[in-house]
């Protein structure tokens, strides 16, 4: 069909497109919805196709519409942000002629036009704030097809992210299909995470997503803590407006020099902060060298990143290993970051999933040694003796408070069974 007047596109189309669809739509000021749909499943979901398009305009107050869907197998949810971007922007769009009774601020839509839920809320009290988090698996978060099957792979946690992975142009489409994965899409037992863009644009992603239940959200490019102190308050603004006080955590990225310099006083910067972490290939492009599979260039930088997560109290993640295909390169980088300090890293494909959380579990030998340390621990205790005894060998304190937080984290794991 001709598309003229108020017109707007989203998503793509082709043969090599999975789980996904195209969108085209021309506002119109009368003749109802003419719905054209081409699918290989037509026969089997045409209808429920034409269906959803005709729910989803109705719910934006758009009775005259002539729509093109060009489906290549996606899920209703990934339909309805689709509609709902190519929507946005025919009302956007500065060409054509927005036909009476079109709303002219695409911020506020007559209507709900989200999907509806089928993946509940956090319960009140949310994520917990020392849950594993070893690895954090990163979905494009304008590419449905990496998020439905996410959760198979067990990460600790999934990030929907809306900014590296995107093209700019999409950004408003990203976001709308972030929202309705977060309502939509069971990711198991992954925290759910999202990665907004640098602040002033991240402010909107939170406007669109907060809304939805994230249990954490990312900060890129972090410099100042006033930058995560004003995130912090947009998103409790935010709560308060859904009726909700669980919380949102935070993890700023720290990847530029400043950051790094900044990093005590960033993961400081509030109470919701749970996780520092570093954005390797952002930092050495700031310092102008290369990125190295030994990492000798950024040493100092995620020693500095341990230390300060260390003083404040909050979870050390490190940088994503960008190799996929070098899984040893990736063990060798993933057991380093453990004996600095590091509780877990991000991930860019699943198959990295499984060697982060070998590499970042105790070893059956330090396993074995914790437990004879607290097991004389408590024999002293029991006897009232102050001085712990190994052996011949006294033990200082440190090293029994190593030992127990050992014991409790391979308990967490389920590598020994609860107490």
């Known amino acids: 069909m001709a598309m003229r007047g108020a017109y707007g596109e989203a998503g793509r189309k082709g043969p090599e497109i999975r789980s996904d669809c195209w969108v085209g739509m021309e506002l119109a000021g009368e003749g109802g919805l003419q719905i054209t749909v081409r699918s290989k499943v037509e026969a089997l979901y045409g209808a429920s ?77 949310g994520s917990p704030r020392d849950r594993l988090r070893r690895s954090r698996l990163y979905l494009p978060g304008n590419e449905p097809k990496f998020m439905i099957n996410a959760g198979l792979h067990r990460p600790d946690g999934v990030i929907l992210d809306l900014e590296d992975s995107v093209h700019p142009d999409e950004k408003d489409a990203a976001r709308l299909l972030v929202r309705n994965a977060l309502r939509c899409v069971d990711f198991g037992r992954a925290e759910r995470m999202v990665r907004i863009n640098q602040l002033p644009m991240g402010l ?18 972090v410099e100042e803590p006033d930058q995560v102190v004003e995130v912090a308050h947009r998103i409790r603004a935010l709560q308060s407006e859904e009726g909700r006080s669980s919380p949102v955590w935070l993890m700023p990225i720290l990847e530029t020099a ?88 991000g991930c860019i494909h699943p198959r990295q999933i499984r060697i982060l959380h070998e590499a970042f579990a105790p070893s059956s030998e330090e396993i074995e040694k914790a437990l004879r340390i607290v097991a004389a621990f408590r024999d002293a205790r029991a006897r009232g003796l102050g001085v712990v005894s190994l052996g011949s060998k006294m033990v200082d304190r440190p090293v029994v408070l190593r030992a127990l937080r050992l014991v409790e984290e391979a308990r967490a794991l389920g590598i020994l069974p609860p107490e």
């Open 258 to 345: 400043l950051g790094v310099e900044n990093a005590l006083d960033i993961a400081r910067a509030h109470e919701t902060v749970v996780a520092l972490t570093i954005g390797l290939e952002d930092y050495t492009a700031d310092l102008g060298v290369t990125k190295t599979k030994e990492g000798t260039e950024t040493l100092w930088a995620r020693s500095r990143v341990v230390n300060a997560a260390r003083a404040a109290g909050v979870q050390a993640i490190d940088s994503v290993y960008g190799d996929v295909a070098d899984e040893e390169g990736l063990r060798v980088w993933a057991l380093r970051s453990r004996a600095m300090g590091f509780v877990g890293m």
């Open 204 to 221: 909107d992603d939170l406007q669109v997503v907060v809304p939805e239940g994230p249990e954490l959200i990312l900060l890129p490019k």
């Open 49 to 125: 196709i034409r269906r959803t398009v005709a729910e989803t305009l109705a719910t934006l107050g758009t009775p005259h519409a002539r729509v093109e869907v060009e489906d290549q197998g996606a899920l209703p949810w990934v339909l309805e942000a689709r509609l709902e971007a190519a929507w946005h922007r025919a009302v956007r769009s500065r060409g054509g002629v927005i036909p009476a009774g079109i709303p002219p601020d695409p911020s506020n839509p007559p209507g709900d036009a989200r999907p509806p839920r089928s993946v509940p809320l956090p319960p009140d009290g």
